[in-house]
């Protein structure tokens, strides 16, 4: 490997790290709206008009479905933090491309 492509991948690395830094409205789970009823008597949802769409985050913790309640004005915010984890997940993939090739020089473990 040329010192040139050397000082790249390490450049490049640099910089994704760098990216990791400002994703920390991250989210691992995934988005829906649904709409549901109530346990009011009476009320119009059990006719068919039901309540939403509310928006949740559902995310798996233990093996275990979990579902949140994302309260109105954190919508985008949430949507914005699921692409945030997959971007994570990206950049993960590319730092280990770029460390297998360091490795593959004996160079992984310089900083
Ligand atoms: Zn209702």
Redesign the pocket.
Known sequence: MSDSKDRSLRSEREKLLGELSGLYGLIHGSYFERY?????PG????QG???GPRAYVSRTLEGKPRQHYVPKGQVDAVRNGIGQYHRMLQIADRITEINLELMREGRLDEP
Not at 36 to 40: A, E, F, H, L, N
């Open positions: 549901s009823t109530c346990s009011r009320c119009a949802c059990h008009k039901k309540h």
